[in-house]
């Protein structure tokens, strides 16, 4: 019979700091649900019981609306939402939210991956570019004395490398 009793109002545990105890009213009202009627009687706990049962076994009440608006009286005016301000910032947020999205469709705003990924091989192509340099010049540098030419050679190579990576 005891694990009857359990199992009609099972739906009315609740765990508060770590107890599990049982919500007073959730239970009465289960019980009355789940309990077989006599004779059109009303089943349940007698009304002195109920009110015998522990507080704590009560979850926390959400606040009425009386209490909604005495707390949002006692905040500072700052504090309180304006609802034309709030209507306001909400505009301001579609608006802004409707120019990325066309700036986005127009391809004039890229996903930032996307331009890490190019502005990462653009670099490793400079890179690549710069570093040939040397292998190319190497021999005919050797065998030029005159730092002028080398100057031009440098600056020509170097020049080659970069317009390279612009026409990438």
Same mark, same amino acid.
């Given at each position: 019979?005891?694990?009857?009793?359990?199992?009609?109002?099972?739906?009315?545990?609740?765990?508060?700091?770590?107890?599990?105890?049982?919500?007073?009213?959730?239970?009465?009202?289960?019980?009355?649900?789940?309990?077989?009627?006599?004779?059109?009687?009303?089943?349940?706990?007698?009304?002195?019981?109920?009110? &015998? %049962?522990?507080?704590?076994?009560?979850?926390?009440?959400?606040?009425?609306?009386?209490?909604?608006?005495?707390?949002?009286?006692?905040?500072?005016?700052?504090?309180?939402?304006? %609802?034309?301000?709030?209507?306001?910032?909400?505009?301001?947020?579609?608006?802004?939210?409707?120019?990325?999205?066309?700036?986005?469709?127009?391809?004039?705003?890229?996903?930032?991956?996307?331009?890490?990924?190019?502005?990462?091989?653009?670099?490793?192509?400079?890179?690549?570019?710069?570093?040939?340099?040397?292998?190319?010049?190497?021999?005919?540098?050797?065998?030029?004395?005159?730092? &002028?030419?080398?100057?031009?050679?440098?600056?020509?190579?170097?020049?080659?490398?970069?317009?390279?990576?612009?026409?990438?």
């Amino acid at each position: 019979m005891h694990d009857a009793m359990k199992a009609r109002i099972a739906g009315a545990v609740v765990e508060v700091d770590g107890r599990r105890l049982v919500d007073r009213d959730l239970a009465l009202e289960l019980w009355d649900k789940n309990t077989r009627r006599n004779n059109n009687a009303k089943t349940g706990l007698p009304q002195d019981r109920r009110e &015998r %049962l522990p507080k704590a076994a009560q979850p926390p009440n959400p606040p009425t609306d009386h209490e909604l608006q005495a707390f949002i009286q006692g905040l500072p005016e700052d504090q309180i939402p304006d %609802l034309n301000d709030s209507r306001a910032r909400r505009e301001h947020y579609l608006a802004e939210k409707a120019r990325l999205d066309a700036l986005q469709g127009r391809k004039e705003l890229l996903p930032a991956d996307q331009v890490k990924a190019e502005a990462f091989n653009l670099a490793r192509a400079l890179r690549d570019g710069l570093m040939r340099v040397a292998d190319r010049l190497a021999p005919t540098l050797a065998a030029t004395a005159d730092a &002028r030419q080398v100057h031009h050679l440098l600056t020509e190579e170097i020049r080659v490398a970069l317009r390279s990576l612009g026409d990438a």
